[in-house]
């Protein structure tokens, strides 16, 4: 097992083969990770697979592993991609792409659980979170659709804020890999018309909490 410090200088490493280039394939099933901590010690990972554009589910894996990694900001990957990676070996449905509950390039290091699982696999790959981590921004409009860009230091556009809903909070999308911040927002919102989580990510949220 790595270490913190050993961990954070991986990223910083990894962080340079992120691509935020997006190749127009066809997308016809999509797959969304989540990992729950039910118990002491215990990792539940749970992956769907849904349709696209019809937002079906196709297929669902969750599996039970050891915990190996402390929970630490910033560090999410190394404690949740040990057993998202263990599910992953059971899926049938090969996915065009993946959303993660988590960040993608809005991370202090550019390299977020979706953008390190995203280079893991060699897949497109979308962070959509729940709450901020890392970066500046100013709150969207209220309306469906609406957005205001999450900034680095530099800044440099590292992500979105989404209003999903009408006067719902919004979520927070970066890219992950091998995909463009437009492209993520197309996704994410045609992957959530009726709630603020999009359909593949409440998805797994359930299967992951409910085991």
């Known amino acids: ?3 913190p410090s050993e961990a954070i200088e991986l990223q910083k490493r990894l962080s340079s083969r992120v691509s935020g280039r997006w190749d127009g394939r066809k997308v016809g099933m999509i797959a969304a990770a989540d990992v729950h901590f039910p118990g002491r010690g215990i990792s539940r990972a749970a992956l769907v ?4 554009p019809g937002l079906e589910l196709v297929e669902s894996i969750v599996r039970d592993t050891g915990t190996s990694f402390p929970y630490i900001p910033g ?3 190394f404690r949740e991609i040990p057993p998202i990676l263990e599910a992953w070996k059971d899926l049938r449905t090969a996915p065009d792409l993946l959303f993660c509950d988590s960040h993608g ?3 202090p290091r550019g390299l977020g659980m979706a953008s390190h699982l995203g280079i893991t ?7 959509c979170a729940k709450s901020h981590l890392f970066g500046k921004y100013e709150q969207p409009g209220r309306e469906r659709g609406e957005r205001s860009p999450v900034k680095d230091r530099s800044g440099r556009i590292i992500g979105s804020v ?13 890219p992950g890999h091998m995909i463009d911040m437009r492209t993520s927002i197309r996704f994410v919102m045609a992957c959530a ?3 603020r989580i999009p359909v593949p990510l409440r998805m797994a949220h359930q299967a992951a909490g409910s085991g």
């Open 105 to 107: 390039t809005a991370h």
């Open 121 to 127: 696999l060699g897949l497109p790959t979308i962070g």
């Open 75 to 77: 560090l999410l990957s």
């Open 193 to 195: 018309p009726r709630f």
């Open 1 to 3: 097992m790595v270490t």
């Open 49 to 52: 697979v849904i349709s696209f």
């Open 162 to 174: 989404l209003r999903t809903r009408t006067g719902v909070r919004p979520v927070y999308v970066s």
